[in-house]
């Protein structure tokens, strides 16, 4: 049993190591990306139905738990009336 408990740490801790050690640039699109669903007026549960995703799709995308491609972005900016430029833009 000592050997699975240690197997589920060790892969709980790869998970929080790989959303840590996210890029500077990938940080800084996740941290225009959260905020942009509640001007939306949308709640993630929404906002999955209309992508025909759970709900927990949404979340680990806004969390960084999951990285989010561009075709991914494209349909995102899409449902929250935002153009790409709005998450890739240089400050």
Same mark, same amino acid.
């Given at each position: 049993?000592?050997? @699975?408990? =240690?197997?589920?740490?060790?892969? /709980?801790?790869?998970?929080? %190591?790989?959303? #840590?050690?996210?890029?500077?640039?990938?940080?800084?699109?996740?941290? @225009?990306? =959260?905020?942009?669903?509640?001007? /939306?007026?949308?709640?993630? %549960?929404?906002? #999955?139905?209309?992508?025909?995703?759970?709900?927990?799709?949404?979340?680990?995308?806004?969390?960084?738990?999951?990285?989010?491609?561009?075709?991914? %972005?494209?349909?995102?900016?899409?449902?929250?009336?935002?153009?790409?430029?709005?998450?890739?833009?240089?400050?």
């Amino acid at each position: 049993m000592e050997g @699975r408990s =240690r197997a589920v740490f060790h892969c /709980a801790r790869r998970k929080s %190591l790989r959303i #840590a050690g996210r890029s500077a640039a990938y940080k800084l699109f996740l941290a @225009r990306f =959260r905020p942009t669903w509640i001007p /939306a007026g949308l709640t993630h %549960l929404e906002v #999955a139905k209309k992508l025909c995703r759970p709900q927990s799709y949404v979340s680990k995308c806004e969390s960084g738990e999951r990285r989010v491609d561009v075709v991914e %972005l494209a349909e995102l900016a899409r449902l929250y009336g935002k153009g790409l430029e709005d998450f890739t833009r240089r400050p």
